[in-house]
Each structure stands twice: as structure tokens, then as C-alpha cells.
């Protein structure tokens, strides 16, 4: 069964880069078919897809975040990394991974605040 962690730290100041990591553990972050993303859930509202990185490495993007957003992936450390740049208080979510494709399952969240 695969598994997912979110790790990074809970307190980002604005203006810098919220950094967040998912660690998989019972699989492989290159099998065919599936799908590494990062969503997010904002106090009091929806949830948001923010992008993912795809079983070859490629990448997609929310359009609303593209221009902050970078996903990454190492694949010795079956790890792949969030990165969202200029933060700011609106940033504050609890922020999840997930992978999707014929099976799927999500991280348990991590929550992240921006704030001075």
C-alpha cells in the first residue's frame, strides 16, 4: 500500500518560498500511469489543485499559481518537493499531497502559515 508524507516547516514569512517535501513510501514516484500532485486547502474554503509532476517528469501547473509554483522529484529519495515562491498570508493552507492514476491516496496534510 502506498503511503505519503508531507514534511516542511509550519511558519513561512511573506515574501519568501514555502518549501514542502512528500515522501512515498510501498511504491515507485516513476510508475507508469500515476500522477504526484500537490492541493491545498485554504481556512474556510475549497480545496485548490496546485500542479503535479507526472510519472516521466513532466509537469503541470495550476494557472492562477504557475508563475510562483515548482514541483520537483527525486527519485532515489522517492521524494517530490513543492516549491511556492512570494508568499503571502493568503498562502495559509493546509497543504497535501496526493497521487492519482488506477489507484490513488493522499498525504495527511501538513498546515502552513504565513505570517510575520
Known amino acids: 500500500q502506498v503511503q505519503l508524507q508531507e514534511s516542511g516547516p509550519g511558519l513561512v514569512k511573506p515574501s519568501q518560498t514555502l518549501s514542502l517535501s512528500c515522501t512515498v513510501s510501498?511504491?515507485?514516484?516513476?510508475?507508469?500511469?500515476?500522477?504526484w500532485s500537490w492541493i491545498r486547502q485554504p481556512p474556510g474554503k475549497g480545496l485548490e489543485w496546485i500542479g503535479y509532476?507526472?510519472?516521466?517528469?513532466?509537469?503541470y501547473y495550476s494557472p492562477s499559481l504557475k508563475s510562483r509554483t515548482a514541483i520537483s522529484r527525486d527519485t532515489s529519495k522517492k521524494q517530490f518537493t513543492l516549491n511556492l515562491s512570494s508568499v503571502t498570508p493568503e498562502d495559509t493552507a493546509v497543504y497535501y499531497c496526493?497521487?492519482?492514476?488506477?489507484?490513488?491516496?493522499w498525504g495527511q496534510g501538513t498546515q502552513v502559515t504565513v505570517s510575520s
Open positions: 496526493a497521487f492519482g492514476g488506477p489507484t490513488g491516496s
Open positions: 510501498g511504491g515507485s514516484i516513476t510508475t507508469n500511469d500515476y500522477y
Open positions: 509532476i507526472g510519472y516521466t517528469g513532466n509537469r
